[in-house]
Structure formats: C-alpha cells, structure tokens
C-alpha cells in the first residue's frame, strides 16, 4: 500500500490529488487515517515540549505529569528513541 501511495503521490497532479483527499475523507478508512494522523502529530507535539521542559530543567516526573504520559516515554525521548 505505501508503495502504491508513494508512487501515485508522483504521477497524479493537484487537482486530482484533492478530489482522492475529499473521497477518501467521507469514508471510514480516510477518517481512520485523519485520526491517525492527529494522534501521532499530538505525540511530536508532546515529544517537542517534553524536551524542552527537560532542558529548562523541569524533572521527569513533573513532565510525565503535565503531559499526562508514563514516564518510562519521556525517559527514552530524553534518550533520544
């Protein structure tokens, strides 16, 4: 599937590119996507911020407590992972 993805992505143009991201919007798959999407995008936005709480010197505790995140996660973004 993300070879297909991938390759289409070069071949189509724009306006048929928006018309397949309308379609795929009104099914179950294309909202299944966009969720997807949000969460990993609320993820590297919670990463992003984990690391700069960190660096001002917040503990981990108190970033896996703001964040709402176990801190075994905060650990391995430290760790770079």
Known sequence: M???LSF???VINE???EYIKEV???TQ???MLIDEGMRKGDM???KRTALKMLKRGDSLN???DVLDLPIDTIKAWENGF
Do not use: P, S
Request: net charge neutral.
């Open 2 to 4: 993300a070879g297909i």
């Open 29 to 31: 798959v294309g909202k």
């Open 8 to 10: 289409t992505d070069k």
């Open 15 to 17: 306006e048929t590119r």
């Open 62 to 64: 108190d970033v896996a």
């Open 44 to 46: 590297e936005r919670a």
């Open 24 to 26: 795929l919007g009104m």
